[in-house]
């Protein structure tokens, strides 16, 4: 039943702005994810929140109260931390007992709450066993357990799966949502890898050198980045630069340097002004015909272009072509009975829906 | 003629094979030779090292259940200077000042020597650099010039000699390296264990003492056991600094050995050395006992 509030933000250190002015709302029972590439200031936010890093100015809200100045150990914070931070002289029942005696519950409490939460992360008679004795998918749930067992307003996830190999982490991916839901605890994430934020987040915001580049829902973000940054660091992507020649009918038209016309159904900046373009490969057809099959063309941005070099990878073809205007990455699902070879002429289009219009 | 090359190729590729075997057979009977030999010198260096070692003190022990006086053969055995040791007023007295030095100087050492372990590695202090640097030489300088400079300094500021100026000086002396080796300790696990206690609503003294401390315990034990030994080993420093009556076991020993000397010593040596082993033991086990591997 929390929510928290960041107001204004920013942390320095010496001249580097860590933080930089950072407003974010987030809010009960919501799962939140922090991306940025590292440096960007993500875990600094997240830090600040658990109480070991103090802004240099702002407020951190925690359901409306403003905890920026008080000690971690009185902010009612869970936390997994990237390599767990399990008690090695402890077993897994003290570790987990641990917030618990450290408030002075009675033993024949901590003893059910902690028999409860073992059951909930599917660890039930692991109690007497030492962190080590552990894997690595075990070790992340009895910290996930620990942080969870004495009922904190805010969990605080700081990379969690980023020490479990790839097969594991899916997994853990799914049960750590079911877990969050189940528990309804607003959770803060931070993660630079952006499959785990899909996965996981209602929300995101991209961070990008102490400042929040987007905030939105992670569909939205990823169908709409608003900038070059958000573009290219959530999924791979295609740019082109040109001059916006103004919406006429509801398409916009914008020439590039070559004199190729690209349209789109968004909003553009007034005639004459420069304007970066994106468009994700997946949303590009590759074909030999004149109009992608089964459509009349009409509507479609329709380049032609020569295939570089096809990147096979099984489930799916990457394409790399040479446009007059740019290189382009196409993404194909390895449907077609026929592949297309290097060094053939063929067309790549899309629909103006998907020609994003970039923020400079 | 064609029939009869056959069969002549088959035989003489087939020698050849035999031949590789056999010499593939030397050569790895030899190479297990070697390794054989390769052992045998380790282990006789190994044993000359051990012996080099270990001989002296064996002698020195077994001296001590001699009869003779004048560590004289053939070895007879007697307890009979472990009999007068105990009736050697001088020696007790002087152990007995060794250990309450010893055992002070180890508590002072070990828990202000922690502490400051704990605010270098966990705190930002002020000149951390330096202090860090300032370790180095009381440990580099050999301890007759520092005996001399505390003799000199402890005479003029009115601190004079005995056992409270010994203690000081045991203290000052095992100090950096009670630091050194819990400071060890404290970078070898990583401080979110504290800041996840403290996440877990742990305030700093809960998390001192549930968390720190268990984990640093193994470098205290070892800095305590340094300590001690640096203490009761002191001969340098008790000497300069013990007033004309009091004496430390070093440098009782090193004056009967200068007056002529019995076997008396030999048996203290003896127990001195019994009583390092168990205390060594005791802490190598407790190391064990706290410590991730």
């Known amino acids: ?360 | 003629m064609p029939d009869f090359a056959a069969p002549s190729i088959e035989g003489s590729s087939n020698r050849r094979a035999r031949i590789r075997d056999r010499m593939l057979a030397r050569l790895h009977s030899r190479q297990e030779t070697m390794a054989k030999c390769r052992k045998l010198i380790g282990y006789g260096y190994l044993c000359c090292l051990l012996a080099f070692i270990y001989v002296p003190i064996l002698i020195m022990i077994a001296m001590g259940f001699n009869e003779s006086s004048d560590y004289e053969l053939p070895f007879r055995f007697s307890l009979i200077w472990y009999q007068q040791l105990a009736g050697n007023e001088v020696l007790w007295r002087a152990g007995r000042n060794s250990v309450i030095l010893a055992v002070a100087s180890t508590i002072v050492a070990t828990i202000v020597g922690t502490m400051a372990a704990l605010a270098m590695s966990r705190y930002r202090v002020r000149g951390h650099a330096i202090l860090q640097i300032l370790l180095l030489p009381p440990m580099a300088v050999p301890w007759l010039i520092l005996a001399t400079s505390m003799l000199i300094f402890f005479y003029h500021s009115g601190i004079g000699r005995g056992l409270h100026a010994m203690l000081l000086a045991h203290v000052a002396l095992s100090l950096p390296y009670v630091i050194v080796v819990v400071g060890a300790r404290f970078q070898s696990f990583a401080a979110d264990l504290e800041e996840a206690s403290a996440t877990l609503g742990a305030n700093p003294w809960q998390t001192f003492v549930r968390v720190t401390l268990p984990m640093i315990a193994p470098g205290v034990a070892a800095a305590a056991l340094f300590a001690f030994a640096i203490s009761f080993d002191q001969f340098v420093t008790s000497y300069f600094l013990a007033p004309p009556g009091v004496t430390t076991l070093p440098v009782e020993i090193y004056a009967s050995i200068r007056k002529g000397f019995t076997p008396e010593i030999n048996a203290i040596s003896t127990i001195i050395m019994v009583v390092s082993m168990l205390l060594l033991g005791f802490v190598s086990r407790f190391y064990r006992f706290g410590g991730s591997k």
């Open chain 1, 1 to 360: 039943m929390s929510t928290v509030d960041i107001q204004q933000v920013t942390k320095t250190y010496g001249e580097v702005y860590a933080l930089d002015q950072v407003s974010l709302t987030f809010a009960d029972r919501e799962f939140f994810g922090l991306l940025g590439p590292s440096g960007s200031g993500k875990t600094t936010l997240l830090r600040s929140i658990a109480g070991f890093v103090t802004p240099t100015m702002g407020q951190i809200l925690v359901d409306g109260a403003d905890v920026s100045r008080i000690p971690t150990y009185k902010r009612d914070v869970g936390m997994v931390f990237q390599n767990y931070a399990l008690f090695p002289h402890m077993t897994v029942f003290e570790n987990i007992a641990y917030p618990l005696s450290v408030r002075k519950t009675k033993s024949a409490e901590i003893k059910s709450r902690v028999e409860r939460i073992l059951d909930l992360v599917q660890l039930g008679g692991y109690g007497s066993r030492r962190p080590r004795e552990l894997s690595g998918g075990q070790q992340q749930r009895v910290a996930l357990a620990r942080a969870l067992v004495s009922r904190p307003r805010v969990l605080l996830l700081d990379e969690p799966l980023g020490a479990l190999d790839r097969n594991l982490r899916q997994h853990m991916q799914i049960e750590l949502r079911q877990i969050q839901r189940e528990v309804g605890i607003t959770t803060i994430l931070v993660t630079h890898d952006q499959e785990e934020a899909l996965t996981l987040s209602d929300r995101i915001a991209i961070f990008r050198q102490g400042k929040v580049v987007q905030v939105g829902r992670p569909d939205d973000v990823y169908e709409n980045p608003r900038d070059a940054f958000s573009a290219e660091f959530f999924g791979s992507t295609n740019f082109l630069k040109g001059v916006s020649l103004g919406v006429q009918g509801g398409i916009g038209a914008v020439e590039l340097p070559d004199g190729t016309r690209i349209f789109t159904n968004r909003a553009l900046p007034h005639s004459g002004s420069s304007v970066t373009l994106t468009v994700r490969p997946e949303k590009v057809l590759i074909h030999r015909e004149q109009q992608p099959a089964g459509t009349s063309g009409s509507q479609w941005n329709i380049l032609p272009a020569n295939v570089i070099q096809p990147v096979y990878m099984g489930a799916s073809v990457t394409y790399q072509v040479s446009t007059p205007p740019s290189t382009f990455s196409v993404f194909q699902q390895n449907r077609e009975t026929r592949r297309f070879e290097a060094g053939e002429a063929v067309k790549i289009s899309w629909l103006p829906q998907h020609t994003v219009v970039l923020d400079d």
